[in-house]
T-cell receptor, first 109, second 113 residues
Framework: GQNIDQPTEMTATEGAIVQINCTYQ??????LFWYQQHAGEAPTFLSY????GLEEKGRFSSFLSRSKGYSYLLLKELQMKDSASYLC??????????FGAGTTVTVRA | DAGVTQSPTHLIKTRGQQVTLRCSPK?????VSWYQQALGQGPQFIFQ???????QRGNFPDRFSGHQFPNYSSELNVNALLLGDSALYLC????????????FGPGTRLTVL
């Protein structure tokens, strides 16, 4: 089975930084994805890590440690529009993504 | 360039009925995956279609079946609906079986009464 854990909820203030952690234990590993999902909408791709280290893309950065089974998504300079669910997903083989339950981030003014 | 499209947007069925959901992949994509997302949960992998064949299946019963057509569009069929089948059904497409970039459609919200 696949076990992917992330916090249920996080709250932060506009302009602040939030770090969403994800730990995983899976039968295979071909990379880790982060998706953003606004309520009632489709998940949209944010980042992909397959090697250890930090990937930076604008206000969003993602980190991976394969030996620790750990990743985080860092959201900087938070904006109200960043209020959404953030999904951590592990690609366990060529075909399948296993998702965590998602972290709901609420940005307050 | 149209992204992934799904129909219908919303659907209400009763227990025991059958339902067919449809997906058209993003232009240029040939691989379609289906996911079920219950309220407050992450998407769960149902199966993937490539070259009109089911390539892998998640932990879903045989009541869930699918098809891919020569134009790469796909259908998800669910028979003998249960209350627990109520969920958002997401279709995702990509080019090739192994590419990393995968795009999700807006989903079909299925309610089983």
């Amino acid at each position: 089975g696949q076990n992917i854990d992330q916090p249920t909820e996080m709250t932060a203030t506009e302009g602040a930084i939030v770090q969403i952690n994800c730990t995983y234990q899976t039968s295979g590993f071909n990379g880790l994805f982060w998706y953003q999902q606004h309520a009632g909408e489709a998940p949209t791709f944010l980042s992909y890590n397959v090697l250890d280290g930090l990937e930076e893309k604008g206000r969003f950065s993602s980190f991976l440690s394969r030996s620790k089974g750990y990743s985080y998504l860092l959201l900087k300079e938070l904006q109200m529009k960043d209020s959404a669910s953030y999904l951590c997903a592990v690609r366990v083989n060529d075909y399948k993504l296993s998702f965590g339950a998602g972290t709901t981030v609420t940005v307050r003014a | 360039d149209a992204g992934v499209t799904q129909s219908p947007t919303h659907l209400i069925k009763t227990r025991g009925q059958q339902v067919t959901l449809r997906c058209s992949p993003k232009s240029g994509h040939d691989t379609v995956s289906w996911y079920q997302q219950a309220l407050g949960q992450g998407p769960q992998f149902i199966f993937q279609y490539y070259e009109e064949e089911e390539r892998q299946r998640g932990n879903f019963p045989d009541r869930f079946s699918g098809h891919q057509f020569p134009n790469y569009s796909s259908e998800l069929n669910v028979n003998a609906l249960l209350l627990g089948d109520s969920a958002l059904y997401l279709c995702a497409s990509r080019f090739g079986r192994t590419s990393n970039e995968q795009f999700f459609g807006p989903g079909t919200r299925l309610t089983v009464l």
